[in-house]
């Protein structure tokens, strides 16, 4: 999923407890499946920065000598201006793009 395009919130904002809990109408279980996505979409942020990061990786077998990259650089404050995983999670979840399931229902 592209990440870089979220409308998600960059700075803390109050949410509505109501519009939270409506889906599964139990406020418990929604933070625990917006916890879980969050988990999902920071491991697959890190994955995506590492591997960016990687492309401009310069190898050496002096560990003396510590190179900055421009390019690696301007990804990482790319990737620390967006949103935070849980305000991604969390605006997922209002616009009903989280799936879920209970086995207990199924």
Same mark, same amino acid.
């Given at each position: 999923?592209?990440?870089?395009? @979220? ?6 904002? @109050?949410? /509505?407890?109501?519009? *939270?809990?409506? #889906? ?5 279980? !929604?933070? %625990?499946?917006? %916890?879980? +996505?969050?988990?999902? *979409? /920071? %491991?697959? =942020?890190? +994955?995506?920065? &590492?591997?960016? =990061?990687?492309?401009?990786? @310069?190898?050496?077998? %002096?560990?003396?000598? &510590? ?7 301007? &990804?990482?404050?790319?990737?620390? +201006?967006? #949103?935070?995983? $849980? !305000?991604?999670? &969390? ?9 879920? +399931?209970?086995?207990? $229902?199924?």
């Amino acid at each position: 999923m592209d990440y870089k395009d @979220t409308k998600a919130a960059l700075s803390t904002i @109050t949410y /509505n407890k109501n519009e *939270i809990e409506a #889906p599964t109408e139990n406020i418990y279980q !929604a933070i %625990s499946i917006i %916890s879980k +996505r969050a988990e999902q *979409i /920071n %491991s697959d =942020l890190k +994955r995506e920065l &590492v591997d960016k =990061l990687d492309e401009f990786a @310069t190898y050496n077998d %002096s560990l003396e000598e &510590v190179f900055e990259n421009k390019e690696q650089i301007e &990804v990482s404050k790319f990737y620390e +201006r967006l #949103p935070k995983p $849980t !305000a991604i999670a &969390v605006d997922e979840w209002l616009n009903d793009k989280v799936y879920f +399931r209970t086995p207990e $229902t199924e």
